[in-house]
């Protein structure tokens, strides 16, 4: 599986962004899928995950303004970022996580980079 994500970039404060992160593979329907954020300084911490029914998961810190959405004919996931604030300036990360019957198994991509700032 390989993931592709697009949509960073520079945004002012109270702006919007939307990421989006395609995937290859036929296992994106049966797989939890999310995006996390890291950053300079700190862990990578969970955004939103959407799991293969399609519930939302979000952290705290972003319930109310971001929105995680799936399209699984496109094998792709979003997030909408809406009231940007600069502590989410970070590293945007998809993940898509899949249990292959034994254990779960995490894919990544290669991050986009999300700087909220005037």
């Known amino acids: 599986v390989q993931l592709q994500a697009s949509g960073g970039g520079l945004v002012q404060p109270e702006g919007s962004l939307r990421l989006s992160c395609a995937a290859s593979?036929?296992?994106?329907?049966?797989?939890?899928v999310g995006w996390y954020r890291q950053a300079p300084g700190k862990q990578r911490e969970l955004v939103a995950t959407?799991?293969?029914?399609?519930?939302?998961n979000y952290a705290d810190s972003v319930k109310g303004r971001f929105t995680i959405s799936r399209d699984n004919a496109k094998n792709t996931v979003y997030l909408q970022m809406n009231s940007l604030n600069p502590e989410d300036t970070a590293v945007y990360y998809c993940?898509?996580?899949?249990?292959?019957?034994?254990?779960?198994?995490?894919?990544w991509g290669q991050g986009t980079q999300v700087t909220v700032s005037s």
């Open positions: 959407s799991t293969s029914g399609g519930n939302p």
């Open positions: 993940n898509v996580r899949f249990f292959n019957g034994i254990r779960f198994i995490d894919y």
């Open positions: 593979g036929s296992i994106f329907r049966l797989s939890v």
